[in-house]
Each structure stands twice: as C-alpha cells, then as structure tokens.
C-alpha cells in the first residue's frame, strides 16, 4: 500500500491527481529530510516496532463515530459525484 499513490481527495470534494512521483519532506527546525514513494504500512510497522523496543506508550486505537450531519454530508457528495452538482 503505497501512500496517497493514486492521490487524495481533498475536502472540496476535488481529487488531487500526481502526474509524477509524491515526494515528501519532513521538516523539523532547520533539518529537512527528503523521501519518495513511501509504503505507509512498512512506515507503520517501523514505527510501531520503534515503540515496542524503547518501550513508549501506546494506546491501541480510537473509534470514532462521525456525527449524523457528517455522514448526511459525505453521502450528500456520494450521491452527487458524476452527476455535475460536484463540478459547481
């Protein structure tokens, strides 16, 4: 699973697409550190070993319930995908 390889949508419903390679930069402070075609599982599964060997914190995960005006949103947008209300 490559991240963000097909692009994203964005909040205005819009889908961003790459026409190259997603380059990403993590920048802290002064430092940048440059890095392409990221495989965001093996980036979480470096992460979550990192955890367990220096022995943080972790506190498994969150479920999160989207409020009923969220959902009649999203399925707003769903529903008008294609259909040229997304395109005004």
Not at 57 to 62: A, E, I, L, R, V
């Amino acid at each position: 699973m490559r991240a963000f390889g097909n692009g994203c949508w964005l909040r205005s419903r819009c889908q961003l697409v790459p026409t190259s390679p997603i380059k990403w930069a993590v920048v802290q402070g002064p430092n940048t550190e440059a890095f392409e075609d990221v495989d965001a599982e093996a980036l979480l599964n470096e992460v979550y070993e990192c955890i367990e060997r220096e022995r943080l914190p972790w506190h498994g995960t969150t479920d999160l319930t989207p409020s009923k005006e969220l959902v009649a949103l999203v399925e707003e947008g769903q529903a008008a995908l294609g259909k040229g209300k997304d395109k005004e």
